[in-house]
T-cell receptor
Framework: QKEVEQNSGPLSVPEGAIASLNCTYSDRGSQSFFWYRQYSGKSPELIMSIYSNGDKEDGRFTAQLNKASQYVSLLIRDSQPSDSATYLCAVNRPGNTPLVFGKGTRLSVIA | DAGVIQSPRHEVTEMGQEVTLRCKPISGHNSLFWYRQTMMRGLELLIYFNNNVPIDDSGMPEDRFSAKMPNASFSTLKIQPSEPRDSAVYFC??????????FGEGSRLTVL
């Protein structure tokens, strides 16, 4: 089983809709979870971090974490064409270890 | 404040040639990471340094790859000899720890 799994997509949503991106991880002891956005030809940039179970909201973005199910998600409300990008889920395993990234989900917001 | 600076942005070389990629981390960050990104394998960690010391190089694919960090403001990733399967985008990232990573723009390597 891969350490961090994401559906590769593409996930297509109409403008104004809610985009839901999902990620599962294998190490139950993982403690920190991150969502990075990567536009085509660019580098990943951090958009959300979450450390405890529940929801964390930042503007149009909501990160959700369920450690019992080893599941983390990102919701994007009122999706815009400018949100079209690849979204990478990253997990910090136990100990002071580097992030492990999923392969990313490509999101396409259709105007 | 300047971000992570990588050079070259693009490199095209022939199989067997030596390739050197360079990185200047964000000042004050004590961790530096080299990642490689391909369509097939995604973003893979090659090596990371903490306070200029290599901590984990288990991701380095083979002996053809080497990385150094001679001081807090400079790191290199070297491939010698290069092979077509090394073609990828190589990202350098720095962090004040191991959590929040700040990526450079990447070096796109093509080995013919």
């Amino acid at each position: 089983q891969k350490e961090v799994e994401q559906n590769s997509g593409p996930l297509s949503v109409p403008e104004g809709a809610i985009a839901s991106l999902n990620c599962t991880y294998s190490d139950r002891g993982s403690q920190s979870f991150f969502w990075y956005r990567q536009y085509s030809g660019k580098s990943p940039e951090l958009i959300m971090s979450i450390y405890s179970n529940g929801d964390k909201e930042d503007g149009r973005f909501t990160a959700q974490l369920n450690k019992a199910s080893q599941y983390v998600s990102l919701l994007i409300r009122d999706s815009q064409p400018s949100d079209s990008a690849t979204y990478l889920c990253a997990v910090n395993r136990p100990g002071n270890t580097p992030l492990v990234f999923g392969k990313g989900t490509r999101l396409s917001v259709i105007a | 404040d300047a971000g992570v600076i990588q050079s070259p942005r693009h490199e095209v070389t022939e199989m067997g040639q030596e390739v050197t990629l360079r990185c200047k981390p964000i000042s004050g960050h004590n961790s530096l990471f080299w990642y490689r990104q391909t369509m097939m394998r995604g973003l893979e960690l090659l090596i990371y340094f903490n306070n200029n010391v290599p901590i984990d190089d288990s991701g380095m694919p083979e002996d053809r790859f080497s990385a150094k960090m001679p001081n807090a403001s400079f790191s290199t990733l070297k491939i010698q000899p290069s092979e077509p399967r090394d073609s990828a985008v190589y990202f350098c990232a720095s962090s004040p720890g191991t959590r929040e990573l700040f990526f450079g723009e990447g070096s796109r390597l093509t080995v013919l």
